[in-house]
C-alpha cells in the first residue's frame, strides 16, 4: 500500500488501505485500490488525476457518503466504518462541509439564511453576529438579503463557502469548486478558501482539474487507476501540469493541452 503522509499536525482525515468496487461478476469496476492518505489539520490539499482515476470515488469516501468495500476512513479520529447510518448523517453534518461546483444553494432563501441553514438544520438558533461575520468575510455584506439568482456564479460559490464554514467543520471537501467560474471569480473564490486555511485553520480537501486551482493548495496528491501516484508539496501550476502530463491525463481534453497561464497564481 502506498501511502501519502502529511505530517504537519494532527490528521484530520485519515484513509487506511481503502478500496471501492462498482458492480459484479464481469462489470466490476474497482475504482479505488488499496488507498492510503492523511491530510493534516489546518492543510490545504488538492486531488488530482486523469478522469476515472477515482477522485470522486475517493471524496464520497472521505466524506462518509460511500462506504468502502474496504480498508478504514477516519474523521477527527473518529472511525467511519463503526458508524451506523444515523450516526454518520449526524457526523457529515457537524464535522464536514461541502462545497460543490454547481453551488447548491437554496433558491427560495437570502445569502443569510443560505449560511444560516446548516446551523438551523443541527437545531441551533443561528447567531446573526456570527452569521453577519460570516457574510463579511466573504466579501458579501451589501448582497446579505440577496437571493442565490441575484448573485453573480463567484458570489455564489462565496455563499456556498461561507455555509460550508459556518459549523466550522473538521474538514470540508470541495468537489471542483471552480469548475463553473471565470478565471477572476474562480481567483477570488480560491483566494478565500486559501484564507480560510491560513486565518480560520480550516482544513480544506479540494478535487480539481485545474492545475491553477491546484496551486493555491499546499500540496497536490495525484491518483492514476485508482491508487496513490506521487505527490507535490507547494506546487506550482506548471509543476502540476507537467505532472498531470506525465500521468496522461490531457490526452482526451484538447482544451488542457497548452500549459496553464500564470493567472491567478499565488507568489
Ligand atoms: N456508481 C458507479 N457505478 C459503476 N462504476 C462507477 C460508479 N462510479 C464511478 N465508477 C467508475 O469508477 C471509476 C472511478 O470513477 P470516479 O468518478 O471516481 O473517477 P474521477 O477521477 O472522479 O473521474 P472524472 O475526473 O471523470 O470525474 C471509473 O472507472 C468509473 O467509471
Request: aromatic fraction near 4%; proline fraction near 4%; hydrophobic fraction near 40%.
Amino acid at each position: 500500500m502506498h501511502t501519502s503522509q502529511d505530517l504537519r499536525g494532527a490528521e484530520a482525515v485519515r484513509l487506511e488501505a481503502v478500496s471501492k468496487s462498482y458492480g459484479r461478476g464481469s462489470g466490476r469496476v474497482a475504482a479505488l485500490r488499496g488507498l492510503g492518505m492523511s491530510f493534516g489539520h489546518g492543510t490545504f490539499t488538492a486531488v488530482m488525476g486523469p478522469s476515472g482515476s477515482g477522485k470522486s470515488t475517493f471524496l464520497h469516501c472521505a466524506a462518509g457518503l460511500v462506504r468502502p468495500s474496504s480498508g478504514r476512513v477516519t474523521v477527527g479520529g473518529i472511525d467511519l466504518s463503526g458508524l451506523d447510518d444515523a450516526e454518520l448523517t449526524r457526523l457529515r453534518r457537524d464535522r464536514i462541509g461541502f462545497v460543490f461546483q454547481s453551488f447548491n444553494l437554496l433558491p427560495a432563501l437570502t445569502v443569510s439564511q443560505n449560511i444560516a441553514l446548516p446551523l438551523r438544520l443541527a437545531g441551533q438558533r443561528p447567531d446573526e453576529g456570527l452569521v453577519r461575520a460570516v457574510v463579511r468575510r466573504v466579501g458579501l455584506s451589501e448582497r446579505i438579503g440577496h437571493l442565490p439568482a441575484q448573485l453573480s456564479g463567484g458570489q455564489q460559490q462565496r455563499v456556498a463557502i461561507a455555509r460550508a464554514l459556518v459549523t466550522r467543520p473538521t474538514v470540508v471537501f470541495a468537489d471542483e469548486p471552480t469548475g463553473a467560474l471565470d478565471t477572476r471569480a474562480a481567483a477570488s473564490v480560491l483566494t478565500l478558501l486559501r484564507e480560510s486555511v491560513d486565518t480560520a485553520g480550516r482544513t480544506l480537501v479540494m478535487v480539481t482539474h485545474d492545475p491553477v486551482a491546484a496551486s493555491y493548495a499546499d500540496r497536490v496528491v495525484f491518483l492514476a487507476d485508482g491508487a496513490f501516484a506521487g505527490e507535490l508539496h507547494r506546487p506550482t501550476a506548471d509543476a502540476v501540469a507537467a505532472r498531470m502530463t506525465r500521468l496522461g491525463a490531457w490526452e482526451d481534453e484538447p482544451r488542457h493541452r497548452s500549459m496553464p497561464q500564470a493567472h491567478g497564481r499565488r507568489s
